[in-house]
């Protein structure tokens, strides 16, 4: 067994950037596995199985890691495995159906793509494949492999449903089941839920993605520094996000009033 286009060795878990680099190449390419407690000889092949030892939460963390430093966002597999009798852990990364994926390296976004063995950045011209690669995916209309029915607000389902249909003449009765509303809103794929459907009518969005939220804040002048007057981080659903948005902007916009001569006064 060798590093292949699909495989990579790291001896531990203290190669985090590495780790970041192999997780975006895999996940603009073909995918691919990435053993931890291996070391490997110059030509790529098994020199040494030291495998690791796990603390605490530390796969919770390598996990939330990932999320917190790829764009969009991978949710890597993650397992223990023996191998002659010591522990190696094993990250499995898909291919992503949005691309490029971007790995936050010393605080700044780069692609990389994986070329024979090893990672490369990627350049503007290859930047434009991997984009042109990924053109017939849609974020939204992608399966949030995490979820399930049991993370969709059913109320907020019945309450979107009511609404189209005495606004907008939705053919889709309120009261049928929370399954088979999102199939006909096409919130589903392949029996799983879609992004779009967390987004909209999720119980908590930010479960799946970190970065739905909207901050607003309010600060003196016409540049936006520090300190701010108001600021406010406002989480929840799509819908939840807007109406809280409008009220944020209304309650810290000047408000005007005044009389009109020979009409009563206000």
Not at 31 to 41: D, L, M
Not at 131 to 144: R, T
């Given at each position: ?8 060795f790291k001896k531990s878990l203290a190669e985090r950037k590495e780790l970041l680099e192999t997780i975006s190449a895999f ?83 780069v692609a990389f793509k994986r070329i024979g063995k090893t990672n490369q950045k990627a350049d503007v011209n290859e930047l ?23 993370d969709i607000d059913w109320e907020k389902v019945r309450w979107v449903l009511r609404k189209a249909k005495t606004e907008r ?98």
């Open positions: 067994m060798e590093e292949s286009q699909q495989l990579e996940a603009n390419s073909k995918g691919g596995k990435i053993f931890v407690g291996i070391e490997e000889n110059k030509n790529g092949s098994v020199k040494e199985i030291v495998g690791i030892r796990i603390r605490g939460k530390e796969i919770e963390n390598l996990s939330n890691e990932v999320r917190q430093n790829t764009d969009p966002v991978i949710y890597p597999s993650i397992e223990v495995k023996e191998m002659e009798g010591k522990s190696i852990l094993v990250i499995e990364v898909k291919e992503s159906q949005v691309k490029p994926v971007f790995a936050k390296i010393d605080k700044l976004p434009r494949q991997i984009i042109s690669e990924g053109m017939e995916f849609l974020w939204d209309s992608q399966i949030c492999e995490e979820a399930s029915l049991e003449n939705l053919d889709i009765d309120p009261e049928i089941s929370v399954k088979e509303a999102l199939e006909k809103l096409n919130l589903t794929k392949s029996g799983k839920l879609t992004n779009a459907a967390i987004l909209v009518f999720g119980k908590e969005p930010q479960k799946f993605f970190l970065q739905g939220e909207v901050r607003c804040a309010k600060f003196k002048g016409t540049r936006a520094v520090k300190p701010f007057i108001d600021m406010k981080v406002i989480l929840g659903s799509s819908y939840e996000q807007i109406d809280a948005t409008e009220k944020f902007v209304l309650n810290n916009i000047r408000k005007a009033a005044w009389t009109v001569s020979g009409q009563v006064e206000r």
